[in-house]
């Protein structure tokens, strides 16, 4: 049992999971780094303490002088949010160690998943299918897998052991273009993970990326709770994602999710996880990865199946058994996340930083945002851009996608570019609409201009309003320029000006 | 006062009569705008037609987000427009470019040294922000000159990184 709870996280996800604590009764205690003084996380919180300087290394990383904090403020246990800490084993043991509790699995459920080739290894021995590729753990070197290479058939791609986000992740065509490509992605994994190691596997064309919830608690229980369909990538980074997936029918739905409950149960997991798996045209589905953490699209489940995902995880690591079953588990209706990027979507998907000047959320039925930021908040470019994530739930998926129109449109964000215009042009996509996608469709078949020109009458909206803007700005510069002609004080010249009509 | 509006190549012709008057072409139209709280966020009422949208002037353009559309708007009076056509279209393809930072952040990388000669798209800069690397483009063939940053450096939004000639 419990009574005060560490954030060590920032922006949206520290603000949800402050929340949750609120709800139940639970002391929050925040911490920020020197840019984040205004974080929404700061002012929510019943305590906040400064971690140190902007960037994640000197502050959201600073696992000592986290725990260090913990142990002053007198929190009984850590969430680690996702990101920053979360799947850190190192850093999962040292709260054991220091007798705080962890909000997340036991430091060795994330050191067995986060080895993605030890982790494929344990589930293959677990019968779990994986995506066919090196099987063997270890180091294995360039003539190893140059020789391996041909048996698993190409394309394949070459992924670090250490990896996530796509980096040191290579798509091979052909067995020539193999030894640079292996060289290069060693070289991004070594920088990025300090961990050279890369593994091979088969790449599954038109695969579609789904991944199931898990919630398991320190009684044995374990139970799914459905499915997020997460295809909609671009740079391998998640940009919408939907509950139920449009492409999985009820007992493809159930066999997922019983293979997820095994997946589980293999590294005797405990909290909240989600098992990744490709799932190809023809429904064969592979295990992917597991993300030991709570999800940054947890809320469309929540909306599905009515589960407050964090409130169960703060259950579990009171010690307490889930307050579900898996017969309980019921979806209903349909629900939809647009991660909300501050990100300037005609020109690349350029970062934009700046203060927020003014803010109007969508509200209304069947909306939630869950956001940190707020008018008078700077985006600084220290962390990563999501600012927002605007969830809709439907009773179909129809309504849901009318619902994201409508809030996408509401949705108002000023002093910095968003996506926003993204998730429109893509909420009125015919693919879309058709659930007809798969994790290339952002990359290779869609443009954010496509469907400009079919809409001549607001082009010509969009010209009165170019037109009043820049006569408005001529107009206010002429007056400038005429006040100044006039040497002396405005009430000097209103008191001559009253004497000379006396 | 009569502006000729250009979206995609495409020109409208629009005469500011009163604050409540346009004409666009020959049809007559009542409009009603106001600012958002001040904020670069318009609402336009046409004829009894409502309409929200972003107004903002980036460089030489105004640009209309617009129901989730965005209008690149050149707007210029009809003197402006006679004064482009007579100095032709030189424009823009001569004189210094000066690369500046789009955001404040790192310098990753700049694989290109002074003087040398670089094609439109070839890559000038790599700058990190928000945990992405971005790659800074040249806009159009030239030569490199006038570096002013190095890998490791930090930069505040808008610093001038290089020039092309």
Known sequence: ?502 | MKYIATIDEKEYEVEVIDERHVRVGDRLLAVDLVTVSGQPVYSLIVNGSSYEAYVQPVDEVWQVLLRGRLYPAKVEDEREKRLRAAAGSQVSETGEYMLRAPMPGLIVAVPVEDGQKVSRGDVLVILESMKMQNELKAPRDGVVGRIRVHAGDSVEQKKTLLSVL
């Open chain 1, 1 to 502: 049992m419990f009574k005060k709870v560490l954030v060590a996280n920032r922006g949206e996800i520290a603000v949800r999971i402050i929340r949750a604590c609120r709800e139940l009764g639970i002391a929050t205690v925040a911490v920020y780094s020197e840019v984040d003084r205004h974080g929404l996380h700061v002012r929510y919180a019943d305590e906040a303490y400064l971690l140190g300087g902007p960037t994640a290394k000197e502050s959201y990383l600073r696992g000592d002088k986290i725990l260090e904090i913990a142990k002053q403020s007198g929190a009984d246990a850590i969430h680690p949010g996702y990101g920053f800490l979360a799947e850190r084993e190192d850093f999962a043991a040292k709260c054991a160690e220091m007798k705080i509790g962890f909000i997340g699995p036991k430091p060795s459920s994330i050191a067995a998943m986060g080895d993605k080739a030890k982790a494929r290894s344990t589930l293959i021995k677990a019968g779990v299918p994986v995506v066919p590729g090196t099987e063997d753990v270890g180091n294995l070197t360039d003539d190893d897998l140059l020789r391996v290479a041909p048996t698993i058939g190409f394309p394949l791609l070459i992924k670090a052991t250490a990896g996530g986000g796509g980096k040191g992740m290579r798509e091979v065509q052909t067995l020539e273009e193999m030894p640079g490509l292996l060289s290069s992605a060693r070289r991004e994994a070594e920088s990025s993970f300090g961990d050279g190691n890369v593994y091979l596997e088969k790449l599954v064309e038109g695969a579609r990326h789904i991944e199931i919830q898990i919630l398991a608690d320190a009684f044995g229980n374990v139970i799914h709770l459905g499915e997020r369909e997460c295809s909609l990538q671009r740079r391998h980074q998640k940009l919408v994602e939907e509950a139920p997936s449009p492409f999985l029918d009820e007992d493809l739905r159930q066999r997922m999710g019983g293979l997820a409950v095994r997946v589980a149960k293999a590294v005797d997991y405990l909290n909240a996880g989600t098992i990744e798996f490709l799932v190809d045209k023809d429904k064969n589905y592979y295990f992917l990865e597991m993300n030991t953490r709570l999800q940054v699209e947890h809320p469309i489940t929540e909306m599905v199946t009515g589960v407050d995902i964090v409130a169960e995880q703060l259950r579990i690591a009171r010690g307490r058994q889930l307050s579900y079953k898996q017969d309980e588990i019921r979806l209903s209706g349909h629900a939809i996340e647009c991660r909300i990027n501050a990100e300037d979507p005609y020109q690349d998907f350029m970062p934009s930083t700046g203060t927020i000047t003014h803010c109007l959320l969508p509200t209304g039925p069947g909306v939630r945002v869950d956001t940190g930021v707020y008018p008078g908040f700077e985006i600084t470019p220290y962390y990563d851009p999501l600012i927002a994530k605007l969830i809709v739930w439907g009773e179909t998926r129809a309504q849901a996608i009318l619902r994201m129109r409508r809030a996408l449109e509401e949705y108002r964000i000023i002093g910095v570019r968003t996506n926003i215009p993204f998730h429109q042009t893509l909420m009125d996509s015919p693919r879309f609409m058709g659930g007809q996608y798969d994790t290339r469709f952002v990359e290779e078949r869609f443009s954010i201009g496509e469907t400009l020109l079919d809409r001549p009458a607001h082009a010509e909206i969009a010209a009165i309003l170019a037109t009043l803007a820049a006569h408005q700005a001529t107009e206010r510069s002429t007056q400038v320029v005429r006040r100044g002609e006039r040497d002396t004080s405005n009430w000097k010249w209103v008191g001559r000006w009253e004497r000379m009509h006396r």
